[in-house]
């Protein structure tokens, strides 16, 4: 081939990155006479290199992303020294200083509604570089758990529920719903810490994990459950408001003592569906306002928790003075008279109380209430005081029906008939309450546990902010909840632990009567905790529906994506605003806890789920930072969250089911155009014919590529396998699991053959149950070697079960060989591949590597990553590593930095990078400063085109020599071994000449002067021969790399290398030979990698 040929075909690229497009266009316009004048060139100067100086010509040069070097043409120098085996993949496979400098701040990126995968397209790099997030584990993830976790039923309703089912069944219901949430905040920190998770939260999580169908599903739930969270806030402050801050302020009032109940729950529809109105408008208006008010609403929080703890101590020395009004052992409502007792003394007089007159028409006795004749009326403590030994009272459950009359058990009674029990100046039971409807009340208390993973895009370090913070925020919430159940069954009197409304108590909040230094310090502070935490729900609930809205995956919700110009989601805020009104309008909390705790607890039991699944297919980008989980305790959570559903109220868990059911099967009809590497799509590889339906949708998501092999064996003559250690190393490799095909082609014709074919099926089959290699067998039958590889490579698999990896041998010998074709096969077989867009491993000295009963107790398995190939170096060692064999082994980085390139960066660089990626590796520069070319290079390169010219010579003359047996012989009876790497039907170069012809005396003399006039001119040309410049270079590249190469790994178990292409014009196919010889030289254990021109790994989860 012409050298001028060869440059131009490499000058005319595509275009580098990281130059403007005004560069580029300079470059194309100017490269259009390029061939011209190198033509002149060589004529002028033949054998000399060409090399142009100057922006946009000569060869390919990546930009340095770290220094402003301005002397283009010596940079061109240098590189097109030491990479030269690289140039012209170039534009396809980036150097690695060039990805590393993309990759700097790829996790600084603002997590925010935008799909995560936008982030990944190419065009980031132009966008302003944004702010770099700076929260910590404390303000970030802790306290912002804290403020989500702890809520209204902490103040309104845990005194109750200790109160209803005892000390111990309150201890087991908190204990259950905070084993659940710890459970689940393990698998949540296992998935957070699997790579970059933008804002989402669980709603990302689930549906980058399970697939579109599940996330759509479980998504909503969760949307429907933050919305009736905002809806059960503002019950829960109305409810302060209305029953303890300001009782005047309702519009309703009862006109009979038995409406209160109806009354209360009008005046709660009217000003819940205002504040809702108020705060929908604060949200609207601006979130940052919302954001300011936080902290404040947490330190509300914090200090009405420490202000109940500082009660209890007080209550052991000196209780406070709540007096609670019995008669008999019936609870009165204090706030309906003054004096407890039926007659007072006035001036001497007996004069009877206010309570005589609700229970009597008249002065006289025979007009009164026969229990009220019957019993007294007494005081006791309602807060004896931690010291009080109250908690033996309070260990045991009451529960009670609808209309039941507080009791106290240990008080003296007489039954008296006839009594009227429905008199309201008793103290009821508003509901009947079991314990499965108090898990259901008490489950809301323990969610928020996602508050930190939805901020992951603020979080300095989000990978160790969110496991630490969470885990810490639930076991801090989870010790005050259970602190609280004893604190307050030991403190407070029965009867008042189950008033839920503190009508014996003056209508004071139960909690607040425990509390210092008042009961207001808890009015107040669970207000504004509870409209704050009102405030983040409406906040955040829209957000999520915009996420769903804009994965584009449930068609109807299209719509709610959209929002002002500043991105808040406008239509979003109204739907939640319109569902959380529904929520409103039940108007009871106890009604509205258990329909969000369904939800809730759904989303957490696909949390566990994904986990699951995840840990049990051991997916290679399955790396999460956080160790300390396992499929059990996700197994163990997601079983917690099924049985408190149907604990707390079977029929809304099915109606939840049903509703997720409906939106999965919608989603699924639709037909989701979204892949996301998701679990389940992962799990259906190894599913029948629906999963591979299913598979054919589309191509793996990177997240999901792990290496499907098709291993191309060599059969000796006798069937028997001649490099069994591919299959070894194939076996070592797949504890990624996978798809496995192992191939081999058996020359000749099918009808013919297929007795041959079946026997090496049996052969190849007993040696991968040998090597226990998984996987499949197949044979192809063809009468041309090459044709059946490239057949064999084109239609293996089965749908989505398709390799994407070729794992073939080494050509050895070819160097021995006169026959052009032993080497020829191979690198056709590497074209193949690329064009197929396929993955290449090629295992050099295959006999050397290890078995699978040998252990490496150490050693290093080095990777040297000259240019980004997909990930595939970096995917390799970690799944080797994941085999006994290979198992103890450290994994070293190698890259090659250039004289324009800042080594100290790209060392930090690429750490960073390794760091997002999961991978520990040691990691080293290797400066490859420009020199001259050696003495040495010039003679390797002279030796191999001389050997080149004269196999030509000497396969020129054999031909000449057997042209009359080439006519004589048939040519269909020719009999050729059995080869791999050997075509039998290799085009050669065959001559029109060759015709039959008779031998005499004088045309052999002829011809034997003619050959011997010629020898002499032959070997003459072989010694004048001078180097080709761009073979010069390309040998300067191997000899390089594999000095440092030797240098640094020559006592490395095994080096992994980017294998350079093959020359585009086949003329070189023999040099190419030489140059990939030449750059494994010395090396015990090598493998060749050439990726498939498609990412296999990413640092996202």
Request: glycine share 8%.
């Amino acid at each position: 081939m012409s050298r001028g040929r060869f440059i131009i075909t490499f000058i005319k690229g595509k275009g580098r990155r990281g130059k403007d497009g005004e560069a580029r266009e300079e470059r194309k316009q100017e490269s259009c006479n390029v061939g011209e004048e190198l033509e002149r060139a060589e004529t002028s100067t033949p054998g000399r290199a060409i090399i142009f100086s100057g922006s946009g010509h000569g060869y390919h040069k990546e930009d340095s992303p770290f220094l402003n070097n301005t002397d283009t043409s010596k940079r061109n120098e240098y590189y097109d020294r030491n990479l030269a085996l690289f140039e012209e993949e170039l534009d396809i496979r980036p150097k690695v200083s060039s990805l590393l400098s993309r990759l700097a701040n790829y996790t600084n990126i603002t997590q925010g509604a935008k799909e995560h995968e936008e982030a990944e397209s190419a065009d980031i790099s132009k966008k302003k570089p944004p702010k770099s997030p700076s929260m910590g584990t404390l303000m970030g993830v802790y306290l912002p758990c804290l403020q989500n976790i702890f809520g209204v039923i902490l103040f309104l309703r845990l005194t109750w529920l200790v109160g209803i089912a005892g000390v111990l069944q309150s201890f087991c219901i908190v204990f259950m719903c905070c084993c659940c949430t710890m459970l689940t905040a393990i698998s949540m920190s296992a998935i957070a810490t699997n790579g970059v998770v933008p804002a989402g939260g669980s709603y990302f999580m689930i549906s980058r994990s399970l697939g579109p169908e599940f996330g759509g599903a479980v998504g909503l739930c969760f949307y429907l459950g933050t919305t009736f969270a905002g809806a059960m806030y503002i019950l829960g402050a109305i409810e302060i408001l209305l029953a303890y801050i300001a009782p005047k302020a309702a519009i309703f009032k009862p006109v009979e003592l038995h409406e209160e109940s109806t009354a209360m729950l009008n005046n709660m529809r009217i000003y819940g569906t205002v504040f809702l109105i108020f705060m929908c408008l604060v949200v609207f208006i601006g979130v940052k306002y919302v954001n300011k008010f936080a902290s404040l609403f947490l330190a509300c929080v914090i200090i009405s928790i420490l202000s109940i703890y500082v009660g209890v101590i007080k209550s052991a020395v000196h209780p406070p003075e709540f007096k609670i009004c019995m008669l008999g052992n019936r609870t009165l409502s204090r706030n309906l008279f003054d004096v407890c007792g039926k007659t007072t003394v006035e001036n001497n007089t007996v004069m009877t109380t206010k309570l005589w007159d609700m229970f009597c028409t008249k002065n006289l006795t025979d007009s009164c209430d026969e229990y009220f004749v019957r019993n007294n009326v007494t005081e006791i403590q309602g807060i004896p005081g931690v010291a009080s030994g109250i908690i033996k009272e309070n260990l045991w459950s009451n529960y009670m029906d609808k209309g039941d009359v507080l009791e106290k058990h240990a008080l003296h009674s007489i039954a008296a008939a006839g009594s009227r029990k429905n008199l309201p100046v008793y103290v009821f039971a508003d509901i009947t309450t079991t314990f499965t409807m108090l898990v259901g009340i008490f489950f809301p208390s323990v969610t928020g546990i996602m508050a930190g993973s939805n901020r992951s895009g603020d979080l300095k370090d989000a990978q160790k902010s969110i496991p630490v913070g969470t885990i810490m925020a639930i076991a801090t919430t989870s010790l005050i909840y259970l602190s609280s159940v004893v604190l307050f069954g030991a403190c407070i009197e029965n009867v008042v632990l189950r008033d839920k409304y503190g009508d014996a108590v003056r209508k004071n909040l139960v909690v607040g009567t425990l509390a210092w230094p008042s009961p207001w310090v808890i009015v107040i502070g669970s207000f504004f905790s509870t409209c704050g935490a009102g405030l983040q729900s409406l906040t955040g609930a829209p957000r999520l529906l915009q996420a769903i809205a804009k994965d584009n995956i449930i068609p109807f919700l299209r719509v709610f994506g959209n929002g002002k110009v500043n991105g808040e989601p406008t239509w979003a805020l109204l739907l939640t605003a319109i569902i959380a009104e529904l929520g409103i309008l039940i108007a009871s909390l106890d009604m509205v806890a258990p329909i969000l705790s369904m939800f809730f607890l759904m989303c957490y039991l696909f949390v566990n789920l994904a986990c699951a699944v995840q840990t049990l297919l051991r997916t290679p980008n399955w790396r999460p930072r956080f160790k300390y989980y396992h499929w059990a305790l996700s197994f163990l959570g997601m079983s917690m969250c099924l049985a408190l559903m149907f604990i707390s109220s079977w029929y809304y868990a099915l109606v939840a089911m049903v509703i997720a059911g409906m939106i999965y099967k919608y989603i699924e009809y639709q037909g989701a155009e979204k892949e996301w590497g998701d679990g389940i799509r992962g799990l259906s590889l190894s599913a029948a014919r629906y999963a591979l339906l299913r598979l054919e949708e589309g191509p793996p998501h990177t997240k999901n590529w792990r290496p499907q092999l098709l291993v191309m064996l060599k059969l000796d003559e006798d069937l028997h396998v001649k490099h069994p250690r591919l299959l070894t190393f194939a076996s070592q490799l797949k504890a990624g699991k996978g798809l496995t095909i192992v191939g081999t082609i058996i020359q000749g014709n099918f009808l013919e053959n297929y007795g041959e074919a079946q026997a090496a099926e049996q052969t190849i089959k007993n040696m991968m149950a040998i090597e226990k290699v998984k996987g499949f067998c197949q044979i192809v039958v063809s009468s041309k070697v090459r044709d059946g590889i490239a057949h064999l490579i084109q239609s293996c698999g089965l749908g989505g079960m398709k390799h994407n990896t070729v794992v073939m041998g080494w050509p050895y010998g070819w160097r021995q060989s006169e026959d052009p074709r032993a080497w020829k096969t191979f690198i056709d077989t590497v074209r193949v591949t690329t064009a197929g867009h396929l993955a290449l491993l090629v295992p050099k000295n295959v006999s050397f590597y290890p078995s699978n009963h040998e252990r490496f107790t150490e050693g290093n398995i080095d990777v040297w990553w000259i240019v980004h190939d997909g990930g595939m170096l970096m995917l390799l060692p970690f799944l080797l590593r994941q085999h006994k064999v290979w198992k103890k082994c450290k994994m070293r980085i190698f890259t090659v930095a250039q004289m324009d390139d800042n080594s100290i960066q790209m060392k930090k660089d690429l750490a960073t990078f390794l760091y997002h990626l999961r991978i520990e590796a040691e990691v080293e520069v290797v400066e490859m400063h420009g020199s001259d070319i050696s003495a040495y290079t010039y003679e390797r390169t002279l030796m191999m085109e001389q050997r080149s010219q004269m196999l030509r010579q000497m396969r020129l003359s054999k031909t000449e020599r057997e042209r009359e047996a080439q006519l004589i012989k048939d040519r269909n009876s020719l009999i050729h071994p059995v080869n791999v790497y050997v075509d039998e039907e290799e085009e050669l170069h065959i001559y029109p000449e060759k015709i039959q012809m008779t031998w005499t005396k004088e045309k052999c003399e002829s011809e034997r002067s003619r050959s011997g006039a010629n020898t002499p001119n032959s070997f003459r040309e072989l010694i004048s021969i001078k180097p080709d410049q761009s073979n010069v270079r390309r040998m300067h590249t191997a000899v390089k790399l594999n000095e440092v190469i030797v240098n640094r790994s020559h006592d490395s178990r095994l080096v992994l290398l980017n294998m350079p292409g093959p020359p585009k014009n086949q003329d070189g196919d023999e040099n190419y030979m030489e140059f990939l010889e030449v750059l494994t030289e010395g090396l015990e254990r090598v493998l060749l990698v050439r990726g498939g021109g498609s990412e296999v790994i990413t640092i996202y989860s």
